[in-house]
């Protein structure tokens, strides 16, 4: 009997497996697999034409101890989040509060501010955002019509980091959607009781809509924090390549790209990447520990 048991039990259980196992497949394949290798190649002197050759922690130690770039290349990304997360998350709110009153024809402006999600990490994008903001480009134009003489913002260091931010900005599409649902999940008669004590348009808001909308704020921000983190393309084209003017677009990921593919040292690349890795971890870990204090689900409860 229980040898029919078991057989039984092996059946039910061989069948998950098997459907399982395209994703076994990828994650040891795909995911896991790689990351194992990356951290060997982090240990090690690798080229990509010769053997690998071992180092131990050699790496990181220059990083940590005499690589300038490395602490360049992190205060530049760390601006740009600074900036692009609150800014992009705060203008995709506002759209979504204001797509949220009503407005006919809904799904082809969600469409039309989703559009940029899709094509602002493109390089066709990149290179058109260069041109607005050329010296000759169209925001300067725009400025000279009213009599006002723009810089040279992708030749400035002080400008040019700001015009890659407005393009993170620009691309508030996909968190616009997910604010937007959010909202509309939140019950009208809170609205109505608050509207019968008295409490005005912005009260309602600060009270009733973040509170509810926590969770997704929560949501959007891990994600926007772990996308910033790994901009590279705009940094690249809008920089040419090499983090220019003064190292002001150095992104870390440039860096990574730069230490291995131009530099051609990969263990190093590899031991960067593993650094980022753990920043972005540790940030992450920052939100979910903190949401507690700030993170409020509609059975009353908060996020611990």
């Known amino acids: 009997m229980k040898t029919a048991h078991k057989s039984a039990l092996w059946r039910r259980s061989g069948t998950a497996y098997l459907f399982l196992l395209p994703w076994l497949i990828g994650f040891f394949g795909l995911t896991l697999g790689p990351m194992l290798g990356s951290f060997y190649l982090s240990l090690t002197k690798y080229n990509l034409l010769n053997a690998p ?32 997360v609150p800014l992009k998350m705060a203008f995709a709110l506002l759209v979504a509060v204001v797509l949220n009153k009503g407005i006919r024809a809904l799904g082809i402006y969600r469409t039309v501010y989703y559009i940029p999600s899709l094509l602002g990490g493109s390089v066709a994008i990149a290179i058109v955002w260069r041109q607005i903001f050329d010296g000759e480009g169209l925001i300067n134009h725009f400025l000279s019509w009213f009599g006002i003489e723009g810089p040279a913002w992708i030749a400035h260091p002080s400008y040019i980091l700001s015009t890659i931010v407005t393009l993170s900005v620009w691309q508030f599409g996909s968190a616009m959607v997910i604010f937007l649902a959010g909202i509309k999940q939140i019950p009208a008669d809170l609205y109505e009781a608050a509207q019968v004590d008295g ?106």
């Open 53 to 84: 050759v071992w180092l131990g922690f050699d790496n990181y130690r220059h990083i940590f101890t005499a690589d300038e770039y490395f602490y360049k290349s992190l205060t530049v990304t760390f601006k740009y989040v600074l900036f692009s």
């Open 199 to 304: 409490a005005g348009k912005l009260r309602q808001f600060g009270k009733i809509t973040l509170p509810m909308l926590s969770p997704v704020i929560f949501f959007n921000l891990v994600m926007g924090i772990i996308n910033s983190f790994q901009v590279f393309t705009p940094g690249y084209v809008i920089g040419d390549g090499r983090g220019g003017p003064v190292n002001s677009t150095l992104f870390y990921t440039l860096y990574l790209y730069l230490k291995g593919f131009s530099f051609f040292d990969m263990g190093y690349a590899a031991a960067l990447a593993w650094i980022m890795l753990i920043i972005i971890g540790l940030f992450t870990s920052i939100v979910f520990v903190t949401s507690r204090f700030w993170v409020f689900y509609g059975d009353g409860k908060d996020g611990r």
